[in-house]
């Protein structure tokens, strides 16, 4: 055998090998179907003279972890804008106009994990919101669960709604909205 068809056979075994190690890593993780029952993302926006609470119904999604380990958790999450929800009629009407989320021109809205830290007071959720059009970082703490019933998420967070361009009545509303999440998917 020469040496270049030793370098081919060697090549190959290689290849191979690195294809059964993916394959079997993936087949290690386990998979959540994410949706609107099992997924519930809530705000709170707030005013001088008082707040409003509202959510998303519907969205779609999946998140992958292998085994317990939290920190091998991967969040991927598409929101339809336009199943917003708030506590008045009118208010819901408004936030789907260009004055806030422009629903007619962003229909959706995504988050993709880049990955899941432990510190020593718990979980960080860091990745990518796309929402208004624009893309920008987030972490947020979560408490999460993995075990046999399924995968737990809790978060309470607040975020800027002027770092993705929603600056309606500046002064009159808050910047930041407390964001409430909570995610029970089975296996």
Known sequence: MTYFEENVMFMRAFLICAVISLLSQSALADSYSLTGENTKIKFVGTKKDG?????????????TAKSSDPETLSLNVVIDVDSMHTDADKLTAHLKSPDFFEVKRYPEAKFESTDVKLTKNGH????????????????????????????????????????????YGKGMINDEVAMNIEVTAKK
């Not at 919101?129 to 920008?136: E, F, N, S, V």
């Not at 998420?153 to 929603?166: C, Q, S, T, Y």
Request: hydrophobic content about 35%.
């Open 51 to 63: 707040s409003h609470t509202g959510g998303f119904k519907k969205l779609t999604g999946k998140a």
């Open 124 to 167: 960080v959720v860091s990745g990518n919101l796309t929402l208004h059009g624009q893309t920008k970082k987030l972490s947020f703490p979560a408490d999460i669960t993995i075990d046999p019933a399924g995968l737990k998420l809790v978060a309470k967070f607040k975020i800027d709604r002027n770092n993705w361009g929603i600056s």
